[in-house]
């Protein structure tokens, strides 16, 4: 099964990286989102990638151009017998990851459409290459299997970026604070698994998909919502890609469930 992802945004609210590389290629603990992104999916054995560029693309491209080299020892033979062999190994060896540009401007469903050519399956997952979750992916396909309409989209609870102070009838008087509570409302996390007739519902380059796409498909009655009550963060400025790497850092990153399967096996 094919897993979009898009990653041709400009990422303008984090400026102090993008300015110089597309957002997915932001590094946590070394390591771009995107790959974050990819190892989770990968962890329940989905592996299959398309990624849908557009800013600064060619990086995204030169990064895995190069993957092998920069993740593995090898041995090289330079002069008139040039030879080249890998010494080591490393678990993406057997990602699979289409690169389609899909254009400097174009909006989010217009992306989408730009890669129907490489969905071959009646059904694709897709997401956003600026968040990380402990989401699990393959029950997120059963509830999609079991409901069969054409999309779902993962619902998460915020957690607010900002105290919350209850006032009493005066508008002076504090009767209670709440600091960052979790809101009582759902939000869209960006993780869908969609049928390819959503393609029917997408239009040109200008095709927003979180508009009037999705807003048919919910006015139609197939837009279903799977609800997700444990790590969900959107990485859209650098008090956030901070805030992410010192998670990672301390050993306590709630997304990275491939490092925990590792270390039971180890114990």
Known sequence: MKIVILCGGLGTRLREETEFRPKPLVEIGGKPILWHIMKLYAHHSFRDFVLCLGYRGNMIKEYFLNYDAMNNDFTICLGQKFKFQYDGFYPERDFRVTLADTGQDSQTGGRVARIKKYIDGDTFMLTYGDGVTDLDIARVLRFHKSHGKLATVTAVRPTSRFGILDLASDGAHVRNFMEKPRADHWTSAGFFVMNRRVFDYL?????????????????????????????????????????????????????????????AIAV
């Open 203 to 263: 239009g040109g380059d200008d095709c927003i998909l979180e508009r009037e796409p999705l807003e048919r498909l919910t006015a139609e009655g197939q837009l279903m919502a799977y609800q997700h009550h444990g790590f969900f963060f959107a990485m859209d400025t650098y008090r956030e890609h901070k805030l992410l790497n010192e998670l990672w850092n301390s050993g306590e990153a709630p997304w990275a469930v491939w490092t925990r399967q590792r270390e």
